[in-house]
């Protein structure tokens, strides 16, 4: 009996000992899975952050080229005219160039910060675990009317009992606390109650060793509330 059983160990430990390379391949495996979402979420990052807002700027510069070789052409037909004027035509004419300028320049400066602002924006990858798709796609759509960037809603067994907003860089920590406070506030504001609703709160990944995600993108894990 005991010869018998010594033998069962033995081919156990044989298999053990087959199996640990396949083990260690298993977890190489899974660590590239990780590292290929991740280069998924960034590029979804850049698109959102760099590409999207450069392609409206190129729509919009495009429009204002316009509006500005109508506002050279006035400017044209003012110093005309002022030409062949009146004295008191000769007059308005340095003011209304004055006005054309201004509203060039103006013009100019808001295109800027719409695209500074666009470039700025947060993107947020939503893992949630609970509830329906319907009530992730409404937190989505909360946050999204807040100025942030969501590409989807992700279910994800892990975010089960989390109710966090993971940053990756300390750049991104301020962000990531307003965010936690916002997904708060918004949950109570889509009709949550308070029993339901868990402080979310804002979890530093900076010391995490895996591949992160670019600055300026963070991760949302949330178990919504059942209804």
């Keep these: 009996m005991a010869k018998r059983a010594n033998q069962v160990i033995q081919r156990l430990e044989k298999q053990l000992d087959e199996f640990q390379p396949q083990a260690e391949n298993l977890d190489e495996t899974i660590e590239r899975v990780k590292a290929l979402n991740v280069t998924a ?41 002022a030409d062949f004027g009146s004295e008191s035509e000769l007059a308005q004419t340095p003011n209304q160039r004055t006005a054309a300028i201004l509203t060039v320049i103006s013009d100019a400066t808001k295109a800027e910060q719409r695209l500074i602002q666009a470039r700025n924006k947060t993107t947020v990858f939503f893992q949630f675990a609970g509830g329906h798709r319907e009530q992730a796609e409404a937190l989505s759509a909360a946050l999204k009317a807040k100025g942030y960037y969501v ?77």
């Design 151 to 227: 590409p989807g809603e992700d279910r994800e067994g892990g975010a089960a009992r989390k109710h966090e907003v993971r940053y990756f860089h300390l750049d991104d920590k301020e962000t990531a606390e307003r965010l936690a406070d916002e997904v708060t506030a918004a949950l109570q504001s889509l009709g949550y109650s308070d029993h339901d609703v868990l402080n979310v709160v804002a979890e530093s990944f900076i010391s995490y060793r895996g591949k992160k995600p670019r600055p300026g993108v963070v991760e949302l894990w949330l178990e919504i509330p059942p209804r």
């Design 41 to 81: 979420q960034n590029l979804i990052a850049v698109y959102s952050q760099e590409i999207q807002p450069l392609a409206s700027s190129v729509k919009s510069l495009s429009s204002q080229l316009k509006v500005l070789a109508e506002q050279v052409n006035q400017l044209n037909t003012i110093t005309t005219a």
